[in-house]
């Protein structure tokens, strides 16, 4: 998990996982990659995808809608860093029974739609 440094469009220090916005017309699969080594530093070794979350919030006073395609992923763990140090400004991993806080206001509930999926691999 990173926790959002001041950088980060909101939810500055928020606890969150890795995040990306898909392109016009690019493949999700090459985002998901592009993405995992822009922030980890790391290779995507394999991935699931989880499925997908409509997430509606306000902010900033401007309602908005987000259509989230959720994956987990594994990666080698010895060789994950911190590489948007402008962004996060903190990286570490947690057990679901020890979570960080304070959390980003949706990962809890993705942590509740897929926690089962999350638990193996």
């Given at each position: 998990m990173q926790k959002r440094g001041e950088a980060c469009r909101d939810k500055q220090g928020c606890w969150d996982t890795g995040e990306g916005v898909l392109k016009f017309k690019e493949e999700v699969e090459k985002r998901l990659k592009k993405e995992i080594k822009e922030e980890f530093g790391v290779e995507i070794l394999k991935f699931y995808f989880l499925g997908y979350r409509s997430v509606k919030r306000e902010f900033e006073n401007k309602k908005t809608h987000w259509l989230t395609l959720?994956?987990?992923?594994?990666?080698?763990?010895?060789?994950?860093?911190?590489?948007?140090?402008?962004?996060?400004?903190?990286?570490?991993?947690?057990?679901?029974?020890n979570l960080p806080q304070p959390l980003h206001?949706?990962?809890?509930?993705?942590?509740?739609?897929?926690?089962?999926?999350?638990?193996?691999?």
């Open positions: 959720d994956f987990k992923g594994l990666v080698d763990r010895n060789k994950v860093k911190n590489n948007e140090l402008h962004k996060f400004s903190e990286i570490d991993w947690f057990s679901f029974d206001s949706q990962l809890l509930k993705f942590f509740e739609k897929y926690k089962k999926q999350l638990k193996n691999f």
